[in-house]
């Protein structure tokens, strides 16, 4: 016998439920897919060069990389080399006002929060994990830096995927957060850069 006190579920209800209902395991073998990676990530940083290493890079990441970049285009481009920094700088302080707030929004914890047997070989500067914050700032300066300096696209490819692997060796990322922070740090810098200064 049917509860005459029920109300029938609209058609957009029930088709959400289904996708909800279907959407669920496979974010779930995402997620365990990203974690995973975490894990064969954190191997190559076991031995003491390779955790050096990890540690090293993470923390030239955590403010000491970019006097040195500045130090280099002094050296190369002089005086006129301020088109590539302050573009960065403002970029830099953009960035800086979003990434907290999408972490906040997000609540992502961190990979060896969720996996206990994943040692944090260093201390983190936040709480949670997406996006990278060091992912997302390293591409957002050198966006600037590609575009007056194209030469440079190689060293910029390779320092994004040195700080990618020492992010995720580390422990403190999953894959998933340093591709979110690149191209947030792109999508955010390269607007600012066109449209404010005048790059070749």
Same mark, same amino acid.
């Given at each position: 016998?049917?509860?005459?006190?029920?109300?029938?579920?609209?058609?957009?209800?029930?088709? &959400?439920?289904?996708?909800?209902?279907?959407?669920? #395991? !496979?974010?779930?073998? =995402? /997620?365990?897919?990203?974690? %995973?990676?975490?894990?064969?990530?954190?191997?190559?940083?076991?031995?003491?060069?390779?955790?050096?290493?990890?540690?090293?890079?993470?923390?030239?990441?955590?403010?000491?990389?970019?006097?040195?970049?500045?130090?280099?285009?002094?050296?190369?481009?002089?005086?006129?080399?301020?088109?590539?920094?302050?573009?960065?700088?403002?970029?830099?302080?953009?960035?800086?006002?979003?990434?907290?707030?999408?972490?906040?929004?997000? &609540?992502?914890?961190?990979?060896?929060?969720?996996? #206990? !047997?994943?040692?944090? =070989? /260093?201390?983190?500067?936040? %709480?949670?994990?997406?996006?990278?914050?060091?992912?997302?700032?390293?591409?957002?300066?050198?966006?600037?830096?590609?575009?007056?300096?194209?030469?440079?696209?190689?060293?910029?490819?390779?320092?994004?995927?040195?700080?990618?692997?020492?992010?995720?060796?580390?422990?403190?990322?999953?894959?998933?957060?340093?591709?979110?922070?690149?191209?947030?740090?792109?999508?955010?810098?390269?607007?600012?850069?066109?449209?404010?200064?005048?790059?070749?």
């Amino acid at each position: 016998m049917s509860n005459p006190t029920a109300t029938p579920q609209s058609p957009l209800v029930t088709e &959400r439920s289904r996708a909800a209902v279907w959407l669920k #395991p !496979r974010c779930e073998k =995402l /997620l365990e897919a990203d974690l %995973e990676l975490v894990r064969l990530a954190s191997k190559t940083a076991r031995s003491r060069g390779g955790r050096n290493m990890a540690i090293f890079i993470s923390q030239l990441g955590n403010g000491w990389l970019y006097p040195i970049l500045v130090g280099i285009i002094y050296f190369n481009w002089g005086s006129s080399g301020l088109r590539m920094v302050l573009p960065a700088c403002v970029n830099v302080a953009a960035i800086h006002c979003v990434y907290p707030v999408i972490k906040r929004w997000c &609540r992502r914890l961190r990979p060896f929060i969720r996996d #206990p !047997r994943l040692p944090p =070989l /260093l201390k983190t500067l936040d %709480e949670y994990s997406f996006p990278s914050g060091h992912a997302m700032t390293l591409s957002g300066v050198l966006v600037p830096i590609v575009i007056a300096w194209p030469s440079m696209i190689g060293s910029a490819a390779a320092m994004l995927c040195c700080m990618s692997w020492s992010r995720v060796a580390v422990a403190h990322h999953y894959p998933s957060d340093i591709l979110a922070g690149v191209l947030l740090g792109g999508a955010i810098g390269y607007p600012l850069v066109t449209y404010l200064f005048t790059l070749p």
